[in-house]
């Protein structure tokens, strides 16, 4: 039976009782009421009439006709009273001595006979008085007999309830806290890690499925446990991995500066076992080792000025397999709060070496790619200023100011060009991205466009350009002005590198999802190794390579115009056997 049950059941048992107890004293009280209310309107009101019709007589005898009056209309209401065996009968012999004494006092009798006549009147009288005396008597034990009787059964009842009360409270909240305390010790044990201890299931009730759910949850808890150790292991073996898998040296230090974790980077650059490092204070290592000695300068500073210390500190030069690196030392401090004392407090620290060599590196060819632009700048510009005088003077042939014009016409593109490129570069470096006006676009116009472009530098360098396009090319999804851009750069550098008297191939097809178009050129080639830094932003290849000049720029930004319109852009080429640039753009929909 279910607990919910069982309580309901006892606490409708408790009020069945109730009911009863309440209901049967109801019904005593109301019967011996209405027994009391009889007695009082039928034998006591029959008494009063009697002492009514005696103080008649008593006055019968001294004025009769006063009297009897009084004496008849008791005896009349006597006899709408009747309620006793007998008293019928002795009121009718009332009412007919009554009526004999009318007689006697109406013929003018002596008063002998009448008072003969009334003593027998009086002598009726008490009789009817002693006979409803009598049973008003019998009546009131009998109410009070039945009254004991209530009284007991109501008190056999309230007993009875009282034991049955008591057995409710007894048993209902021991077997409803009865399964609390084995569920309680279950807890306790499971909170000391113990999940054997499951509680017995003895019923089918709220408690029986309460103790399988409870049994079911321990057999989980003790699963999940098992699972979250080895998951801790995994992730405390993956940290250590991590930590170990960093590029960058790493020391952690307690809040007295103690070492508690080096990574092999950080070993291999104090060149020193962990052994020596782990466990033993900073300082005292320090000693032996100047590299660990200029790390720990900055963290000697006042707290206040640590975080400028440690930003003006120097790179660190540190020689590995005969290069020298560069690396940078960053400090982090490490807080954990305290729930005891309700703050955050200083735990330790991470030293951090940071490679920046490419960093370094990358600077140094900013600084090559300016000096490199600064003579790019500088010989067109001479070249210029040359011609500019030559052409000032007048006695110059018609011919030669035409040829001098052109070379300043070129020269000037050229620095238009350089100027161009370097303000993408700087437009893509602050964030402004790059602007895109995409929409359905023939190729075959683009081509077309490029090719006109670019065939006066075909003629000067007496190459030829064959156009090979599919006939059914669909149209792309692509921005006309930077996809011709990135065509006509391309279409460039296979001008600048391809030897005179020799063939430019431009194909266009469908590949996939895609148009996929290709400059190919006879020149030097490209070894496989710098297929991806020629796109890389200020590439100079070595001039053994086959390239010579040009400010490593134009590459990639269109690498950038074609990544940004969904396409791809990359080189095919070997050194001797000539490039071919690809790059591929989406189809248009519909």
Not at 12 to 17: E, F, K, N, S, V
Not at 299 to 311: F, G, K, N, T
Not at 417 to 444: C, H, K, N, Y
Not at 505 to 514: E, I, K, L, S
Request: hydrophobic letters at 45%; glycine letters at 6%; proline letters at 4%.
């Amino acid at each position: 039976m279910n607990l919910k049950t069982l309580i309901t059941l006892g606490f409708l048992a408790m009020l069945a009782l109730l009911l009863a107890i309440g209901g049967y004293a109801y019904y005593t009280v109301h019967r011996l009421d209405r027994s009391s209310r009889n007695v009082l309107q039928e034998n006591f009101y029959s008494v009063e009439l009697g002492q009514q019709m005696l103080r008649a007589l008593d006055q019968m005898e001294a004025a009769p006709a006063a009297g009897l009056p009084r004496f008849r209309q008791s005896l009349t209401r006597e006899a709408g009273n009747i309620t006793e065996a007998g008293e019928r009968e002795l009121v009718d012999s009332l009412t007919q001595n009554q009526a004999d004494f009318q007689r006697l006092l109406d013929a003018d009798v002596p008063a002998g006979e009448r008072a003969t006549k009334l003593g027998l009147l009086r002598a009726q009288t008490y009789r009817m008085v002693g006979l409803n005396t009598a049973a008003l008597t019998r009546k009131n034990e009998l109410a009070n007999r039945q009254a004991t009787q209530a009284g007991r059964y109501l008190l056999a009842f309230v007993v009875v309830s009282l034991l049955l009360g008591l057995m409710f409270v007894l048993s209902v909240p021991e077997a409803a806290v009865g399964p609390l305390r084995k569920l309680t010790q279950s807890l306790e044990h499971a909170t000391e890690n113990d999940f054997t201890s499951t509680i017995p299931v003895e019923s089918t009730n709220e408690y029986g499925r309460v103790a399988v759910a409870f049994n079911r949850m321990l057999v989980q808890l003790q699963d999940y446990r098992s699972s979250t150790m080895a998951e801790l292991l995994t992730e405390r073996n993956r940290a250590a991995s991590i930590v170990s898998s960093l590029d960058e040296g790493l020391l952690v230090l307690d809040e007295t500066r103690r070492i508690i974790l080096a990574n092999p980077v950080a070993c291999a650059l104090l060149g020193l076992p962990v052994a020596k490092l782990v466990g033993h204070p900073a300082a005292e290592v320090a000693r032996e080792n100047d590299l660990l000695r200029e790390m720990l300068q900055p963290l000697e500073q006042d707290p206040s000025r640590r975080e400028q210390a440690v930003a003006d500190a120097p790179l660190l030069r540190i020689a590995q397999q005969g290069d020298e690196a560069f690396y940078r030392l960053a400090v982090q401090e490490l807080v954990s709060f305290n729930q005891a004392r309700g703050r955050n407090e200083f735990v330790g620290q991470i030293l951090t070496l940071r490679n920046v060599s490419d960093f370094k590196k990358l600077d140094q060819v900013k600084s090559n790619f300016l000096a490199t632009v600064s003579h790019e700048f500088k010989t067109p510009l001479s070249s210029i200023h040359f011609n500019t005088k030559l052409l000032q003077d007048e006695r110059l042939p018609a011919e030669e100011r035409q040829r001098v014009t052109g070379d300043i016409r070129r020269e000037t593109q050229r620095l238009q060009r350089m100027v161009a490129e370097l303000l993408d570069v700087a437009r893509l470096d602050a964030g402004a991205g790059i602007q895109l006006d995409v929409q359905p676009t023939s190729l075959a116009e683009v081509v077309g466009y490029a090719a006109a472009t670019v065939q006066p530098q075909l003629d000067d360098r007496r190459l030829r350009l064959d156009v090979q396009l599919a006939s059914d090319l669909p149209a792309a999804r692509a921005d006309v002005e930077k996809t011709t851009w990135v065509l006509i750069n391309l279409l460039a550098n296979a001008i600048r590198y391809s030897p005179p008297g020799e063939t430019l191939t431009v194909r266009a097809a469908v590949a996939g999802r895609f148009v996929q178009v290709s400059v190919q050129d006879h020149g030097p080639g490209i070894a496989a190794e710098h297929h991806e830094k020629i796109f890389q932003r200020f590439a100079q290849l070595p001039d053994k390579a086959g390239y010579r000049g040009g400010s490593g720029l134009g590459l990639s930004i269109a690498r950038e115009f074609i990544t940004t319109q969904g396409g791809r852009l990359w080189v095919d080429s070997e050194l001797g056997s000539g490039s071919t640039f690809h790059f591929t753009l989406p189809l248009a929909e519909g």
